[in-house]
Nanobody
């Protein structure tokens, strides 16, 4: 059974950093394009970063230069390094394939105070 488990969220002041982790089981993350998504209260879910099978990465314009996605094949884990956090980054962050599958995890809450 496929499971994606996100962790690493928390409360941080503006300008701070967090690193999120996405651990896969029942799925080899290196064999899929994996993305980080986020959903803020009252807003639609948005894709913030993706990493392809070949290791190519891309980020949304809103996080360009601040967020970095990476993958550790040995740990079957995808990371999202978030630097220079802003209050508008506050959201629940999820990982999933891109295009997204039905296997949504519980997400990890990120709250950035001003």
């Amino acid at each position: 059974q496929v499971r994606l488990v996100e962790s690493g969220g928390g409360l941080v002041q503006a300008g701070g950093s967090l690193r999120l982790s996405c651990l896969g089981s029942g799925i080899l993350l290196r064999q899929n394009t994996i993305a980080w998504y986020r959903q803020a209260p009252g807003k639609q879910r948005e894709l913030v970063a993706r990493i392809t099978i070949a290791g190519g990465t891309s980020t949304a314009e809103s996080v360009e230069g601040r967020f970095t996605i990476s993958r550790d094949n040995a740990r079957n884990t995808v990371y999202l390094q978030m630097d220079s956090l802003k209050p508008e980054d506050t959201a629940v962050y999820y990982c999933n394939t891109d295009p997204c599958s039905k296997y949504w995890g519980q997400g990890t809450q990120v709250a950035v105070s001003s």
